[in-house]
């Protein structure tokens, strides 16, 4: 993502955007969760630029746990 050049961050955008949509019509969402992890620390394995779209439905028991409890 950091490398993604300014004059393509809106193509990259509207990419994203048309995925997110036609995700939500496949799967009947209500909304999304974007992910992007970017170096090894975040989970980054292959450094390439991409995003994890995930469909969400209300109540779906799915959750996105990134606060520190400690």
Same mark, same amino acid.
């Given at each position: ?7 393509l ?6 990419a994203?955007?048309?995925?997110c949509?036609?995700?939500? $019509? !496949?799967? /009947?969402?209500?909304?999304?969760? =974007? *992910?992007n ?5 975040a989970?980054?394995i ?10 969400? $439905? !209300?109540? /779906?028991g799915?959750f996105?746990? =990134? *606060?520190?409890?400690?």
């Amino acid at each position: 993502m950091l490398d993604v050049p300014n004059s393509l961050a809106g193509e990259y955008l509207d990419a994203i955007k048309k995925t997110c949509f036609e995700l939500t $019509k !496949k799967f /009947d969402a209500e909304g999304f969760n =974007l *992910i992007n992890n970017i170096n090894s620390v975040a989970g980054q394995i292959v450094p390439h630029v991409h995003v994890h779209s995930i469909p969400r $439905k !209300k109540n /779906d028991g799915k959750f996105l746990d =990134l *606060i520190d409890k400690k």
